[in-house]
């Protein structure tokens, strides 16, 4: 087995090993992973955090040695809480978007003044720090302010409060305890929604006074009922409601 970590800002996570494949994911830079499969050009990881996998360029990372792997796999994470920050070495500026992973700066040869966050912070919290990401455009495949899907929106705004979601919507959906009305949610709780076939396709974050909070289009703020999320721009519904999950 082979371990990697992100030495680069953002890097895609492929569906297949090809340039013009799906984006499933991103890497930001920090985050450590197993290398399941090593090809010429192309490796499909397992990203220590969600376990999520995919392929990645074999020149868009660093080989680390197992040791180092559970060593990182063991520390509390640091992370950046700028939307934009910059880690230098002797020659050159980088730019790291927020959620970037600070813990192995010193092995990446790196140096970092900017804000940083850590440890669980209270849930309270989930709902100031998702405004953070407000406009950013939808990206499937996104993790940044740079462009960003729904359950990557999620998972990033309670990554940075210091708690663990899995990185798509379904994958969501199996975490916390579910409710039977949105009454009974409170901000930071997860909304679920379906299609047709009842799969679960859409993931945000409840607001105070019946708001949500998601990446549809962009981050955006809508209205939520007991049927789903209705857009007062264009007066109607877009997505269907399936369960409100307490995952906090």
């Not at 909304?191 to 009842?198: H, I, V």
Request: proline share 3%.
């Amino acid at each position: 087995m082979q371990y990697g970590i992100c030495n680069l800002s953002i890097v895609p996570l492929r569906a297949e090993p090809n340039d013009m494949s799906e984006l499933v994911s991103q890497v930001l830079y920090g985050e450590h992973f197993k290398v399941l499969e090593q090809r010429k050009k192309w490796s499909r990881i397992r990203i220590a955090f969600d376990k999520y996998e995919g392929w990645i360029d074999n020149k868009q990372y660093l080989e680390i040695s197992e040791a180092i792997y559970k060593e990182k796999d063991k520390e509390d994470l640091v992370l950046s809480s700028d939307l934009v920050e910059f880690i230098t070495d002797d020659s050159h500026l980088m730019p790291i978007p927020i959620g970037a992973v600070l813990n192995s700066m010193e092995l990446l040869s790196h140096q970092h003044d900017g804000n940083t966050v850590s440890g669980i912070v209270a849930k309270e919290n989930i709902v100031k720090t998702s405004y953070m990401y407000l406009g950013a455009p939808y990206l499937w495949g996104g993790k940044t302010p740079f462009g960003i899907d729904c359950s990557g929106f999620t998972q990033m705004v309670y990554k940075l409060n210091g708690y663990k979601l899995l990185r798509d919507a379904s994958q969501q959906a199996t975490q916390g305890e579910p409710l039977s009305f949105i009454e009974e949610s409170e901000p930071g709780d997860l909304a679920f929604f379906d299609n047709e076939e009842g799969n679960i396709i859409h993931v945000g974050i409840i607001m105070e006074n019946n708001y949500i909070i998601h990446a549809h289009g962009k981050v955006r703020i809508d209205r939520i009922d007991h049927s789903g999320i209705f857009n007062v721009e264009t007066n109607r519904h877009t997505h269907r409601l399936r369960v409100i999950k307490k995952i906090i």
